[in-house]
Antibody, heavy 120, light 111 residues
Framework: QVQLVDSGGGVVQPGRSLRLSCAAS????????MHWVRQAPGKGLEWVAA????????YYADSVKGRFTVSRDNSKNTLYLQMNSLRGEDTAMYYC?????????????WGQGTLVTVSS | QSVLTQPPSVSGAPGQRVTISCTGS?????????VHWYQQLPGTAPKLLIY???NRPSGVPDRFSGSKSGTSASLAITGLQAEDEADYYC???????????FGGGTKLTVL
């Protein structure tokens, strides 16, 4: 069965960096675009970043552009989110999600989420 | 302020029908990009409920249906049940932003 396991969250000071990982199993990881979506405490969902099936194309929300980098290692079935220059407003639960088809932006499977808290 | 606009809350009694609206613009829903809907139960990850405007993934009851017209979309839930109490989000793609966009979410209360 399809499984996505998010990890790497924690408490980090403003201005510091953190790398999130999403381990995928149960499907052909290299055939699907992947996304990161976040949810601040008590707030709604916010799309963060997307990466094409082969990693050749990457897209970002304006709120993280220039600070976050999405990447993937298809040999390890793993998705990453490198987060630099973290701010308080980046505090959120971060979910990785699988794109249902070739970039139609329908997220059919989600990880359980990993919590990032940016605080001094 | 979310790119897609949803009512903050809706409610209904068991067995009733409720609808949740999602209003976008000419750069997302109105540009013929598909609308998808998610259900999020407290403390859990979102679950895909409707994709491609009106398609249900396997396992989603046919009590849930979606529609789209112009720059808006709607999620309808018939035969309301207690377990439907959750937050619901619409989502699409925005060509001006070159990325995904979500509605602010609607909390459904089953009376």
């Amino acid at each position: 069965q399809v499984q996505l396991v998010d990890s790497g969250g924690g408490v980090v000071q403003p201005g510091r960096s953190l790398r999130l990982s999403c381990a995928a199993s149960g499907f052909s990881f290299s055939s699907h675009a992947m996304h990161w979506v976040r949810q601040a405490p008590g707030k709604g969902l916010e799309w963060v970043a997307a990466i094409s099936y082969d990693g050749s194309n990457k897209y970002y929300a304006d709120s993280v552009k220039g600070r976050f980098t999405v990447s993937r290692d298809n040999s390890k079935n793993t998705l990453y989110l490198q987060m630099n220059s973290l701010r308080g407003e980046d505090t959120a639960m971060y979910y990785c999600a699988r794109d249902r088809s070739t970039g139609d932006y329908a997220f059919d499977y989600w990880g359980q989420g990993t919590l990032v808290t940016v605080s001094s | 302020q979310s790119v897609l606009t949803q009512p903050p809350s809706v409610s209904g009694a068991p067995g009733q029908r409720v609808t949740i609206s999602c209003t976008g613009s000419i750069s997302n829903i109105g540009a013929s990009y598909d609308v998808h809907w998610y259900q999020q139960l407290p403390g859990t990850a979102p679950k895909l409920l409707i994709y491609g405007n009106n398609n249900r993934p396997s396992g989603v009851p046919d009590r849930f249906s979606g529609s789209k017209s112009g720059t808006s979309a709607s999620l309808a839930i018939t035969g309301l049940q207690a377990e439907d109490e959750a937050d619901y989000y619409c989502q699409s793609y925005d060509m001006s932003l070159s990325g995904g966009v979500f509605g602010g979410g609607t909390k459904l209360t089953v009376l």
